[in-house]
């Protein structure tokens, strides 16, 4: 049972928008920032968004995050084949003291 | 660049110490202000953060884990290192070393450990 709560699956077509959640509660998202990392198959994850919004050099600005209260989104635009992947948001927990991070959502292009 | 490599044995037997190390290339392990993570994926599960060490060597750990886990530096070697006791087929998993500057960002590739008799 994961802290953070995401959806299991998602999907879209190519070129479509689409929206991924991370439910949380005040002692992780309600007061830190909240990041989401992308995991191709037999890889390690990679970060894709940080401090609710940013993106690291070389992600393009297809991905965006946000954050409102105790939850956060990743939005995906203009889907690709290639973005077909596991998705996981994750967020400090002042009260474990340590990182938790949402079951992840697996996103299928169709 | 920054590059992080786990190694250590890829199989354990149950009750036994599981020990992998992290060997950080591309930099210092003891500059710029970084913690240094170990975190874990069972087979089709989601990921679970196990702990971190700043290079001072103070430490967090998950609460869950806490009693079983020791996390160490070797500042000469380059090096960071895990130790978890008592293991059972419940921590088979991939385990991953990280770097963690505002967040885990640099990861290794990842390293299959099975605790099987």
């Known amino acids: 049972q994961s802290v953070l709560t995401q959806p299991p699956s998602a999907s879209g077509t190519p070129g479509q928008r689409v929206t991924i959640s991370c439910s949380g509660s005040?002692?992780?998202?309600?007061?830190?920032?909240v990041n989401w990392y992308q995991q191709l198959p037999g890889t390690a994850p990679k970060l894709l968004i940080y401090r609710n919004n940013q993106r690291p050099s070389g992600v393009p600005d297809r991905f965006s995050g946000s954050k409102s209260g105790t939850s956060a989104s990743l939005a995906i635009s203009g889907l690709q084949s290639e973005d077909e992947a596991d998705y996981y948001c994750?967020?400090?927990?002042?009260?474990?003291?340590?990182?938790?991070f949402g079951g992840g959502t697996k996103l299928t292009v169709l | 660049q920054v590059q992080l490599q786990e190694s250590g044995p890829g199989l354990v037997k149950p009750s036994q110490t599981l020990s992998l190390t992290c060997t950080v290339s591309?930099?210092?392990?003891?500059?710029?202000?970084?913690?240094w993570s170990w975190i874990r994926q069972p087979a089709g599960k989601g990921l679970e953060w196990i702990g971190r060490i700043y290079t001072s060597g103070s430490t967090n750990y998950n609460p869950s884990l806490k009693s079983r886990v020791t996390i160490s530096v070797d500042t000469s070697k380059n090096q960071f290192s895990l130790k978890l006791s008592s293991v059972t087929a419940a921590d088979t998993a991939v385990y991953y070393c990280?770097?963690?500057?505002?967040?885990?960002?640099?990861w290794g590739q990842g390293t299959l450990v099975t605790v099987s008799s």
């Open positions: 990280a770097r963690e500057g505002v967040i885990p960002d640099y």
């Open positions: 994750a967020a400090w927990d002042d009260s474990l003291n340590g990182w938790v």
């Open positions: 005040s002692s992780n998202i309600g007061s830190n920032t």
């Open positions: 591309g930099g210092s392990i003891s500059s710029g202000s970084y913690y």
